[in-house]
């Protein structure tokens, strides 16, 4: 039998190639191998105000992304998170088995409450509600990355304690380190990771830019005045970050790449890596804008849901009877 994987995206906005790279084709890798489940949690987006309309739209665009990039909803379950009653339900009971402390030393809720007037309760409340999104599905592995791991430790410390403390039969799931595809960072500022929320628009390529956007963007994209193509993190921290971007791309090692471009200029070598990016999102942007104005899409994730459902509901009844929630 496959181990169960599960991973979760907020649709709070499009998604870059660093998304693209970091999480959607190891998703589209990962079906594969195991029992795959990944859902669009629109529910913790509203931990921030939102624009319904907004909001409404970027779920679907999200779903309708993971499938274009080849997430198969024949092979993985995808669904939306707000049609799953269960993880709301789910979410009390992880809270009322959570402590006030340990959701006050997570670092996302430190950072952003810092930055807020006025903070909402389900700012510091969303942790428990990720733990259930986890543990509904009996995952093994989840995905994580470094900003992650926390959230991840949550989870093993709840299922540890409410097992223990009423004798119940919750699945302890595993961090899954991702294959290193490379930390991809901003275009104009490679000491930063590349970010959907930076204010400088020549920073990150979307996923849905346009060729004529993406040959811009990597055109003055920030190197060093070398001139010379090689890997050095440290000292061309520009110049590598566009190596692994071009290696993410190609399906080239960093090696080769340095060694076919060792008597070419920057010029030459960006217009080719926007050869290359183009090459791959532009098919992904056609059957992206074809999904969006089809039912197919909605066909996907109403067949997605119906599934979760099931999966969940059997959990949750799970939890619910160890804890005494029945008659």
């Not at 913790?44 to 309708?64: C, F, N, S, W």
């Not at 009971?93 to 809720?109: A, D, F, K, P, S």
């Amino acid at each position: 039998m496959k181990k169960k994987v599960f991973s979760g995206a907020q649709p709070s906005g499009m998604l870059t190639i660093g998304n693209y790279i970091g999480a959607i084709k190891n998703f589209v890798a990962l079906q594969d191998e195991y029992d795959a489940t990944y859902c669009i949690v629109n529910q913790h987006a509203i931990t921030v105000p939102q624009d319904p309309e907004e909001l409404k739209m970027r779920t679907r665009g999200l779903a309708a992304l993971y499938v274009a990039c080849g997430v198969d909803p024949n092979k993985s379950t995808i669904f939306v998170q707000s049609e799953v009653p269960a993880h709301a339900q789910a979410a009390w009971i992880v809270q009322c088995n959570t402590y006030i402390g340990e959701l006050e030393r997570m670092t996302q809720y430190k950072d952003k409450s810092a930055k807020q007037d006025a903070v909402s309760a389900g700012l510091l409340t969303y942790p428990p509600l990720m733990v259930a999104d986890i543990i509904l599905y009996d995952a093994d592995l989840v995905p994580v990355g470094e900003d992650q791991k926390q959230h991840l430790e949550l989870t093993r410390d709840f299922v540890q304690r409410f097992n223990n403390r009423y004798h119940a039969d919750l699945v302890m799931p595993e961090p899954l380190i991702p294959k290193a595809g490379g930390r991809i960072m901003s275009l104009q500022d490679p000491t930063k990771k590349m970010s959907k929320s930076d204010t400088n628009q020549k920073g990150f390529i979307s996923m849905l830019d346009e060729p004529k956007q993406i040959r811009k963007k990597i055109k003055s994209a920030k190197t060093d005045s070398s001139g010379v193509i090689e890997f050095d993190q440290e000292n061309k921290p520009g110049i590598s970050n566009l190596l692994t971007i071009f290696a993410n791309f190609s399906g080239k090692s960093i090696p080769q790449l340095e060694e076919e471009f060792a008597d070419s200029g920057y010029g030459d070598f960006k217009e080719r890596l926007a050869d290359a990016v183009i090459a791959v999102l532009e098919p992904i942007q056609e059957r992206y804008y074809k999904l969006m104005a089809s039912e197919e899409l909605d066909y996907i994730l109403d067949q997605g849901a119906k599934r979760a459902n099931d999966y969940a509901n059997g959990t949750l009844k799970r939890m619910e009877n160890a804890i005494g929630l029945n008659r």
